[in-house]
């Protein structure tokens, strides 16, 4: 990536920084975002999304533990729980997946991995590969 022509790197993929990514693109900025571990942060992939996705499976368990009270039959009911947990991870990468794809349809570019600011303008991204050097007139901290 050529560092001279960044106008805006957003740090943080989370709600807020994924979307001011893609609104600093959709106004004719080019734009980096860095994220250290997954698109879509701390709600979408640990939070929020997948404690609903676990309490909708105790849902469904419930309901049929109570079907006999909708004049249904279910016997045998039981539960497997490394399968909810996986399909709450799944949920979470499916979501997380999604904003990938919007930050490379708005033509944002994405780098993994951890970002610290060692002076006014330029972020150093430690990657798996190295480290990358980031230089922007606007930084956005998210």
Not at 49 to 77: C, Q, W, Y
Not at 81 to 92: D, E, H
């Amino acid at each position: 990536m050529s560092s001279s022509t960044i106008d805006l790197i957003v740090i943080g993929a989370g709600p807020g920084g994924y979307v001011a990514a893609i609104r600093g693109a959709q106004l004719g900025l080019k734009v980096a975002v860095v994220e250290r571990e997954h698109l879509g942060g701390i709600c979408l992939n640990w939070g929020c999304i997948p404690t609903k996705a676990l309490l909708r499976s105790s849902e469904v368990f419930h309901l049929m533990e109570r079907a006999k009270d909708f004049g249904l039959k279910a016997e045998n009911i039981g539960y497997d729980l490394s399968a909810v947990v996986k399909r709450s991870r799944g949920v979470a990468a499916q979501l997380s997946g999604g904003i990938g794809h919007l930050l490379k349809k708005n033509k944002v570019t994405v780098v993994m991995g951890e970002a610290t600011i060692p002076a006014k303008g330029k972020v150093s991204v430690k990657t798996d590969k190295g480290v990358e050097e980031l230089t922007a007139k606007n930084i956005i901290l998210a």
